[in-house]
Structures are given as C-alpha cells and as structure tokens.
Nanobody, 125 residues
Framework: QVQLVESGGGSVQAGGSLRLSCAAS????????MAWFRQAPGKEREFVAGIRWSLGATRYADSVKGRFAVSGDNAKNTLFLQMNSLKPEDTAVYYC??????????????????WGQGTQVTVSS
C-alpha cells in the first residue's frame, strides 16, 4: 500500500522560502512519476512540479518556473519541493502525488493514483 506523508509547510512573508518534503513508502520510488500539486480555497487542484527519475526529467507549471525546484532522494524515497521567492498567490494546500507507470509526468489530477494528506503553505504580503 502506497503512503505519502508531506511536511514542511508553514507561514512565511512574501519573498521568503520553504522546503516541502514527501516521504513515500510502498513503492519503488524511481519507477513512478512523482509530483506536487496545490489547491487554494475555492479553486481546483493544480499541477506545480513533477519529476521522473528514470527519464531524468522535471516539469513545472509556468507560474512557478524559476522559483520552485523539485528534487528527490531516491535512497530515502523522499520527494522535495524547494520554494523560493514566494508570493501570496502561492498560498494553498500542497499535495504530493505518485503517478501511474510507465509514462511521462502528467499535468492532470487524473494521472496520479495516490495522494498525501497535504501541507498548508501561507504567504503573507
């Protein structure tokens, strides 16, 4: 059974940084695409960033390119999201997700089979 547990959320001022972590168990980490999504109040869940180790590939939403970086520790089955230059519009609950294998890095919610419980990120102006 796949389990994903996020941590690292919190409250920061605009321009600040946070690093999210997602500890994964029950899967071979490098086989599947992994991604971060976020959901703000009243909005749909949206893709933020994803990674697929087997392809050496990453993918980012336009809104976070140049500010966020997705990475992982394959030995520890842990996914990270380094978030820099945070903006108030980045405020959301951030979710870690594992996709179906094989394939690329899907952008849609439907491309992912398991989700963590989410961690809140709040950016104040």
């Amino acid at each position: 059974q796949v389990q994903l547990v996020e941590s690292g959320g919190g409250s920061v001022q605009a321009g600040g940084s946070l690093r999210l972590s997602c500890a994964a168990s029950g899967l071979t980490f490098s086989t599947y695409p992994m991604a971060w999504f976020r959901q703000a109040p009243g909005k749909e869940r949206e893709f933020v960033a994803g990674i697929r180790w087997s392809l050496g590939a990453t993918r980012y939403a336009d809104s976070v390119k140049g500010r966020f970086a997705v990475s992982g520790d394959n030995a520890k089955n842990t996914l990270f999201l380094q978030m820099n230059s945070l903006k108030p519009e980045d405020t959301a609950v951030y979710y870690c997700a594992v996709g179906y294998a094989p394939g690329g890095i899907p952008l849609s919610v439907g491309g992912y089979s398991s989700w963590g419980q989410g961690t809140q990120v709040t950016v104040s102006s």
